[in-house]
């Protein structure tokens, strides 16, 4: 059974935009972290932004710091991540997850192995 749905995926050219949606259906009353990750082919996969719903801290990856944003609406049951001045090298399958708050209080991207529901991803694909 799917829980976290993905939209918003596609192809551009390098310096255009895209705003990719998870909506995920389960115990959208629970605080956790939702994140968004990619894989390109032959590459490991990468974290690229995250967010607490709880407090709404949000957490971005270097590569992508300053042109992509997380966000989630109101009713923290649908995260967002826009993507501006996209590159050729942000191809890639991009995954929604979601995972439990550390108890530290910080959602860790990494490689996503905190984590334990995943989408089915979406492509996006960026021209040059």
């Known amino acids: 059974q799917v829980q976290l749905v993905e939209s918003g995926g596609g192809s551009v050219q390098a310096g255009g935009s895209l705003r990719l949606s998870c909506a995920d259906s389960r115990y959208t009353d629970r605080r956790r972290c939702m994140g968004w990750f990619r894989q390109a082919p032959g590459k490991e996969r990468e974290g690229v932004a995250g967010i607490d719903t709880g407090t709404g801290r949000t957490y971005v990856g270097d590569s992508v710091k300053g042109r992509f944003t997380i966000s989630q609406d109101d009713a923290k049951t649908t995260v967002y991540l826009q993507m501006n001045s996209l590159k050729p090298e942000d191809t890639a399958m991009y995954y929604c997850?979601?995972?439990?708050?550390?108890?530290?209080?910080?959602?860790?991207?990494?490689?996503?192995?905190?984590?334990?529901?995943w989408g089915q991803g979406t492509q996006v694909t960026v021209s040059s």
């Open positions: 997850a979601a995972g439990p708050v550390p108890v530290s209080g910080g959602c860790i991207l990494g490689r996503g192995t905190a984590f334990d529901a």
